[in-house]
């Protein structure tokens, strides 16, 4: 627990440190250093430490890698291990010391995101870290921070609807503001890189890692999402980076474990796929990361786009003229290790143009092939010194330089708020999509409908909500004066399952039926069937894709959610039963089960009551 009265003198230690790095780059030796803000003697203070870094801290900085554990220097013991096994280092603050790397990225199965105040003393001993290093430098601190289904840092921080979600609500004020709450909370512990906006138009409805991380499949639209977003997180103080240049959001291959081909023609590319990332630019993006995809309209050449100048420096450089961070994809992802060996692919980035390197699978084979390929002239030491002027700068401009550090107050007076918890609620409500209400069927009231039974998927949670969904969905019931059971049926309802389900109807006013991804072959159809013939009213809600609704028969009314964390559920039940309007319009196309030709909702369907 944070002891209040120790606030001042541990900051003034921390400010104290910071100010004594701020020193060493600009060779003042006072504690009062110049703003990073864009200067005219900024690159030349840049520039100047730059000339003074070894060769390897100079590699040291393309690279951004996980660590396991809570803490920089006292992790539990079984993160001790994975450390040692993965890196071969037992702590981040070790990681620092042997590789100097530029930045780390957490994740919650590193055990690195338990909770906003342990984050923060994280972030503050990997910076402390950097700053004991010879050349002191700070540290770029990331995550996955995409809220909906892709979350890093869960409850209590507060969580937003996601990408597709937004794209229902359609506003990009909510869009902006959804950033800006998550860019102060992610800043507040001290995370200073965000690996979103996705920047992805999901036109491919069997997209197996896109889907609802995508605001949509009109490229506009998803364009004016992503620009708001980009702002609202960069002015909170977090850089933003959209994804996945130059663009996944037609693909049927997951790159986590395949490499996906895109065949869009030059011409649909830039038709489909950069509007996006054009409005990143304009708006001032900070970063953008890579996808591990071939698109041979773009580069014949059968590389990934994570591994192809002609992508990297030839489009996104040189074409659409950017100038800032370009990080990779996770170098430890099967798209980018298919055709060449893990001491290849950090080389061959850096050729094609990118800055940073994020997660390799090994991190001493990837460190030590950009080394001797830097020793054996395949790559110069300025081709690494141009990148590594990029980091600096946004660090610069992150105000990393000046104090890279954060507190427990301004965790308390920043993370997981009231007002921001009541954003979030208010945003969510304004996403609800409501795509079925047969006979005005919705809203029921507890005087109507008093005894709710939920079912159906419960997922594992997707960003530390509370979860699962039918225990959050028939909480929400309850406090509007519900009388709600839940009964857990899973993604893939075995026959007995069903059957408890069946009989836990009988006597029941209303059944909702969370439904997860519903393929042709989904036992999820029989359940909604089986529960349909009860006689009992039943209501779906899709608590991920929305393409649910095209192979379910039946029911009475379907919402879609967008995710299943606890916001958008919430607010999917005080839609459910009136307390908020269904507002939501689909972002993308839902298409029949049985003739993909065929359009059962278009983009912009969404009912209402009024």
């Known amino acids: ?28 030796t006072t504690l009062t250093t110049p703003s990073y803000a864009a200067d005219a003697g900024q690159d030349d203070r840049l520039r100047a430490l730059l000339s003074r870094m070894s060769l390897e801290e100079k590699v040291g900085q393309l690279f951004v890698m996980r660590v396991y554990g809570h803490s920089a220097t006292a992790p539990d013991q079984a993160d001790v291990h994975a450390n040692l096994r993965e890196i071969g280092v037992r702590t981040a603050a070790e990681l620092i010391e042997r590789y100097h790397v530029g930045g780390v990225i957490y994740f919650a199965w590193a055990h690195n995101t338990r909770d906003p105040h342990q984050i923060a003393d994280l972030s503050n001993g990997i910076q402390r870290a950097g700053l004991a290093q010879a ?3 700070p540290l770029l601190i990331s995550t996955d921070q995409e809220h909906g289904i892709v979350c890093r840092v869960g409850e209590p921080a507060t969580l937003l609807p996601g990408a597709m979600a937004l794209g229902a609500g359609g506003s990009h004020a909510d869009a902006r503001k959804a950033a800006q709450i998550a860019g102060a909370e992610l800043a507040a512990v001290g995370i200073r890189q965000n690996y979103a906006p996705v920047a992805d138009v999901n036109v491919n409805p069997a997209n197996p890692v896109i889907g609802v991380r995508s605001y949509g499949s009109d490229p506009e639209a998803v364009a004016g999402l992503v620009a708001a977003q980009v702002k609202g997180y960069q002015r909170a103080g977090v850089a933003a980076t959209s994804k996945h240049f130059p663009g996944h959001g037609d693909t049927a291959v997951d790159s986590h474990y395949g490499l996906p081909t895109i065949t869009h023609t030059r011409a649909q590319w830039d038709e489909l796929d950069a509007p996006p990332f054009r409005a990143a630019i304009a708006a001032g993006i900070d970063s953008i990361m890579t996808a591990h995809i071939v698109v041979p309209a773009l580069d014949p050449s059968g590389d990934p786009a994570t591994l192809s100048r002609p992508i990297l420096t030839g489009i996104l450089r040189e074409q659409l003229g950017y100038d ?73 401009k992150l105000g990393l330089f000046k104090d890279p550090y954060t507190d427990h107050a301004e965790v308390d007076r920043t993370v997981g708020t009231a007002a921001h918890l009541a954003h979030a609620d208010r945003i969510a409500e304004r996403t609800t999509t409501l795509l079925v209400n047969e006979g005005g069927f919705l809203p029921v009231s507890r005087r109507s409908h008093p005894k709710v039974l939920v079912v159906g998927a419960d997922p594992a949670s997707p960003s530390g909500t509370t979860g699962p969904p039918t225990t959050t969905l028939a909480g ?37 039926v969370g439904t997860y991804n519903v393929s042709a072959t989904s036992p999820q159809r029989t359940l909604v069937a089986r529960l349909v013939a009860t006689g009992v009213p039943v209501v779906t809600i899709a608590v991920r894709n929305p393409y649910d609704v095209a192979r379910i028969q039946g029911q009475r009314a379907t919402l879609a959610s967008y995710s299943w964390t606890d916001v958008e559920l919430r607010a999917a039940v005080r839609v459910l039963a009136g307390q908020a309007e269904p507002r939501g319009r689909l972002p993308v196309p839902v298409q029949s089960a049985d003739d993909p030709a065929k359009v059962l909702f278009p983009v912009g369907h969404g009912l209402s009551y009024a």
Do not use: C
């Not at 003198?9 to 003042?28: H, I, N, Q, Y």
């Not at 950009?370 to 002239?377: R, S």
């Open 135 to 137: 050349t002191p430098i």
């Open 324 to 396: 800032g961070v370009v990080v990779t994809d996770s170098l430890g992802m099967e798209g980018v290790r298919t055709k060449y060996g893990d001491d290849r692919v950090p080389v061959l980035a850096l050729k094609a143009g990118v800055d940073q390197l994020l997660n390799p699978p090994n991190l001493s084979v990837a460190w030590n092939a950009v080394l001797k390929a830097v020793k054996d002239g395949e790559l110069t030491e300025a081709r690494l010194d141009e990148s590594i002027l990029r980091i600096l700068r946004l660090k610069a």
């Open 1 to 28: 627990m944070h002891d209040p009265a120790s606030a001042p003198s541990r900051r003034t230690l921390l400010t104290v440190t910071a100010a004594t790095a701020a020193a060493a780059l600009t060779g003042v």
């Open 476 to 512: 929400a019931f309850t406090e509007l004066g519900f009388s709600a059971r839940a009964l857990s049926t899973g993604i893939t309802p075995t026959a007995a399952r069903i059957e408890e389900a069946v009989a836990a109807a009988a006597g029941q006013d209303l059944v909702v």
